[in-house]
């Protein structure tokens, strides 16, 4: 359940903009930037074909830097965040990033012929928190709906959770991290973090 919904949430996320203005709406900034990565992908042969240097690049520059990754992995560790020092908050950041950053890039390969609809997102002046309801159709298949978790941060919009059909991916996570720690410690769910990354780095 956790990879689908990691290939779905990178397939939501890539349609995220990668130029914020505060002064622009959460949900226009979505909405005028939804085909530029599914353009790229198309426009070039290597992505297209896979190439996972190329496409971790295009994870990394255009669609990553739009999460709030501190908030993301402290909801994602839940009540055991205030537990953590400081090195081990940061750690647990760092491998979390790079978790996503690789687990994206390859879900990246999967992207076709997909479009977006972005639902107006009601406001209110000095909001900083609010959800961007949006759908991807895909053909020959049903509608999956999108909802963005955003937060206003130092003058732009970023994620900090995305649910899909209703499920979260920070909830999901912490499922599986809460099991960790209590098995093995805050270290521990660092370690493994580690572990997979270097797995993952070793099959490319």
Excluded: C
């Amino acid at each position: 359940m956790l990879k689908k919904l990691i290939v779905l949430t990178t397939l939501a996320i890539a349609l995220l903009p990668h130029v914020a203005s505060a002064q622009d709406a959460p949900d226009a900034l979505i909405q005028k930037s939804t085909s530029e990565i599914l353009a790229a992908i198309k426009a070039d042969k290597d992505l297209a074909a896979g190439d996972q240097k190329k496409i971790e690049k295009l994870a990394d520059e255009k669609v990553l830097p739009y999460f709030n990754f501190v908030r993301m992995t402290q909801l994602a560790v839940g009540r055991n965040w205030r537990d953590a020092s400081d090195a081990q908050k940061k750690s647990l950041i760092d491998e979390f990033r790079l978790l996503l950053v690789r687990t994206y890039s390859t879900s990246l390969t999967q992207f076709r012929n997909q479009t977006i609809d972005v639902k107006p997102t009601k406001m209110v002046a000095g909001d900083t928190e609010v959800v961007v309801k949006t759908q991807i159709n895909q053909p020959g298949g049903q509608p999956i709906p999108i909802d963005y978790s955003m937060e206003k941060s130092t003058g732009s919009w970023k994620v900090f959770d995305v649910l899909i059909d209703g499920v979260s991916l920070v909830t999901n996570y912490r499922s599986s991290f809460n099991s960790e720690i209590q098995k093995s410690g805050i270290d521990g769910l660092i370690k493994s973090l580690s572990e997979r990354n270097a797995k993952n780095a070793a099959k490319k």
